[in-house]
Each structure stands twice: as C-alpha cells, then as structure tokens.
C-alpha cells in the first residue's frame, strides 16, 4: 500500500488492520522505525513491528475493527509530517475468551516522504481513558483524576 498524502496514512493503517496480516502493518513504516503501544511495548524496526502486529491480529485482535475517526496534520516541511488521529478499536478478546468492551485510542505519528511514498518513522499510541487525567502506580497502575481535589 502507497500512501501518497500524510492524510491517508490512519486509513492505511486501518486497511493494514483489517488485512491481519502484520507485514502489510511493518510496510508502512521505515526499516529503522519505532513504535511505542498503549502499555510502552517499544519496537525498534519494521520487522519487529511488523512480528508484533502480527502475533496481535492474529490472536486477541483477530475479529477487531479498527476505525480512524478526526485526523490532524501538521507539515514539517516538504518531506516531513506530524499525524494524530483518534481511532476506535471494537472487538477485542479479553483475557477470559469473551470480546472487551470498545477502546478510543489517539496515535501519533511521525513520517516522511520517500520516493513520493510517505513512511511512518515513529508512532506512538495511547489508550484514551475518559473521565481521568493520569495513572497513579499503587500496587498497580489505575486512573486517577485530580480535578474534583
């Protein structure tokens, strides 16, 4: 998949997703990329995003759905970009075999443009968890929200 225009790139990704095929998730990306997931698993190149997207759609992500919803671009010159793009994940297996409730996530990535092909060369993506501003790790990590302090 070509992704021509920094604007494309979260639906590729979601193409990517729906394919449950990690290679096509790895080729959207540089060979010297990272990727940073929701609970700070770090890979260091495609092939290693690649094995991991991989072992995930075809396990407990097999039967998700993966939709980009707002996207924002910001150009860092000609050849460089800033995309985030808030997603909404669905049919997740939970631990117990059952399907998890829906998850919102905002990705953020970082490409370039090669040979008129724009290429993640980093992403990260965090869980949006409503109703909390951070985590707090006491004897485990858990939301905390301190507004109402």
């Known amino acids: 998949m070509r992704v021509t225009d920094p604007a494309d790139f979260p639906a590729?990704?979601?193409t990517a997703w729906a394919s449950r095929n990690?290679?096509?998730?790895?080729a959207l990306f540089a060979e010297d990329?990272?990727?940073?997931?929701?609970?700070?698993l770090w890979w260091h190149r495609r092939?290693?995003?690649?094995?991991?997207?991989?072992?995930a759609?075809?396990?407990?992500?097999a039967e998700t759905q993966l939709r980009p919803g707002v996207i924002r671009v910001r150009p860092l010159g000609a050849d460089h970009a800033v995309v985030h793009c808030r997603f909404h994940l669905s049919g997740q297996m939970a631990p117990d075999g059952g399907i998890a409730g829906d998850?919102?996530?905002?990705?953020?990535?970082?490409?370039?443009r090669r040979n008129n092909v724009w290429l993640g060369l980093s992403a990260q993506n965090t869980d949006v968890v409503p109703g909390t501003e951070t985590h707090v790790n006491a004897d485990g990590f858990a939301p905390a929200d301190?507004?109402?302090r």
């Open 33 to 40: 990329a990272d990727f940073v997931n929701v609970v700070g």
């Open 47 to 55: 092939e290693d995003i690649a094995r991991a997207h991989g072992y």
């Open 146 to 148: 301190y507004r109402g």
């Open 103 to 112: 998850r919102q996530t905002v990705m953020s990535f970082v490409l370039e």
């Open 22 to 26: 990690g290679a096509f998730v790895g």
């Open 57 to 61: 759609l075809k396990s407990f992500f």
């Open 12 to 14: 590729a990704i979601s």
